[in-house]
C-alpha cells in the first residue's frame, strides 16, 4: 500500500512539473530581433560569367536521350588552350569541354571527328565539375 502510495506522489509529481514547464514555455516572449535596415539588393551578374578562350582540339559528338528525344551534344578534348591575354592555359589540356549553345549545334557538328580551333568562354556547366565552352566562332 505504501509503495502504491509513493508511485503515485511521483506520478502526480512529474505530471505537475511538466505542466509548469509547459506553462513557462508558452508564456515566454519571443526575444525581440533588432532592427535592422533593409537588406541590400545583389548585385546583377553577367549574363555568363566566364573566361575569353580560344581552345584547339579534337570535337567529338555523341547522342544522348533526354526527355524522350535523341539530341546530339558536341565536346571538344583540348589540346591547346589561351586566355584572352595569349597565355596558355594549362589546366585545361586533355580535358572534355562541352560545346553550346544549342543553336550553334548544326556549325559545330560540321566539325564532329575533326580539329577545329574555336573562341568563346568557359563557363561552369550545369553538373558540378564540369565545364562548357560556350562558342562564338568556330574554324
Known amino acids: 500500500m505504501k509503495t502504491k502510495i509513493a508511485l503515485m506522489m511521483v506520478l502526480a509529481l512529474a505530471v505537475a512539473l511538466s505542466g509548469i514547464a509547459y506553462a513557462a514555455d508558452t508564456a515566454a516572449p519571443a526575444p525581440a530581433k533588432p532592427a535592422t535596415a533593409a537588406p541590400a539588393a545583389p548585385a546583377a551578374k553577367p549574363a555568363h560569367e ?17 526527355k524522350g528525344k535523341e539530341v546530339k551534344m558536341y565536346e571538344i578534348t583540348v589540346a591547346e588552350a589561351k586566355g584572352a591575354d ?35 568562354k568557359i563557363v561552369e556547366g550545369k553538373k558540378a565539375g564540369t565545364k562548357m565552352l560556350r562558342v562564338e566562332t568556330i574554324k
Not at 580560344?54 to 555523341?62: H, I, L, R, S, Y
Not at 560545346?99 to 556549325?107: I, R, S
Request: hydrophobic letters at 35%; zero cysteines; aromatic letters at 2%.
Open 86 to 120: 595569349g597565355k596558355a592555359i594549362d589546366g585545361l589540356k586533355g580535358q572534355a569541354l562541352r560545346l553550346g549553345p544549342k543553336d550553334k549545334a548544326e556549325e559545330i557538328g560540321k566539325f564532329d571527328g575533326k580539329t577545329a580551333e574555336i573562341s568563346g
Open 50 to 66: 566566364g573566361v575569353e578562350a580560344t581552345v584547339k582540339g579534337t570535337v567529338a559528338g555523341k547522342t544522348v536521350n533526354r
